[in-house]
Antibody, heavy 116, light 107 residues
Framework: EVQLVESGGGLVQPGGSLRLSCAAS????????MSWVRQAPGRGLEWVSS????????YYADSVKGRFTISRDNSKNTLYLQMSSLGTDDTAVYYC?????????WGQGTLVSVSS | DIQMTQSPSSLSASVGDRVTITCRAS??????LAWYQQKPGKLPKLLIY???TLQSGVPSRFSGSGSGTDFTLTISSLQPEDVATYYC?????????FGGGTKVEIK
């Protein structure tokens, strides 16, 4: 069974940084592209970032480009999202997602709250 | 970037009704279109991929159609457990844009 377990969310002040992690199990992590998707409170789904199976290619939404960095460690079956220069608009639940083209598995999400 | 527009943004229908949700891409995306269901307080769930392929385990009352720029998700007979917000998503290229969502309620 596929499991994606996010961690690292929390309350951070505007301008601050945070690193999210996603521990994957139940599938061959190193053979799948992965993504981060976020959902602000009461709002819709927003794609944030993706990277290829080997991590060589990374992609970002315009809203986070230059501030967020996606990465992975295939030896640890873990996906990361380094977030910096956080603003209140970044407040959301951040989901780790497994890509098969579409998203076939989602983590339970980790809440990031940006507030002073 | 390609924009994904869903309509309606919300609807209310009776149990047993046929429900149709539309998703329009601002440019052609072939059939690289997925539909997700998100029940209140729950994770999104993949319903349909490749515009019309039902994900394993999804009830057959759900169906998808379309290609290019215009797509539909149909629930042939609405059930109480179908109360949810439905999202389309393009996945031919990044950005993997979602539609704004359609909230489905029971009348």
């Amino acid at each position: 069974e596929v499991q994606l377990v996010e961690s690292g969310g929390g309350l951070v002040q505007p301008g601050g940084s945070l690193r999210l992690s996603c521990a994957a199990s139940g599938f061959t992590f190193s053979t799948y592209a992965m993504s981060w998707v976020r959902q602000a409170p009461g709002r819709g789904l927003e794609w944030v970032s993706s990277l290829t199976d080997n991590g060589d290619n990374t992609y970002y939404a315009d809203s986070v480009k230059g501030r967020f960095t996606i990465s992975r460690d295939n030896s640890k079956n873990t996906l990361y999202l380094q977030m910096s220069s956080l603003g209140t608009d970044d407040t959301a639940v951040y989901y780790c997602a497994k890509l098969v083209g579409a998203i076939d598995s989602w983590g339970q999400g980790t809440l990031v709250s940006v507030s002073s | 970037d390609i924009q994904m527009t869903q309509s309606p943004s919300s609807l209310s229908a009776s149990v047993g009704d046929r429900v149709t949700i539309t998703c329009r891409a601002s440019q052609g995306i072939s059939n690289y279109l997925a539909w997700y269901q998100q029940k209140p307080g729950k994770l999104p769930k993949l319903l349909i991929y490749a515009a019309s392929t039902l994900q394993s385990g999804v009830p057959s009352r759900f169906s998808g159609s379309g290609s290019g720029t215009d797509f539909t998700l149909t629930i042939s007979s609405l059930q109480p457990e179908d109360v949810a917000t439905y999202y389309c998503q393009k996945y031919n290229t990044v950005p993997l844009t979602f539609g704004g969502g359609t909230k489905v309620e029971i009348k």
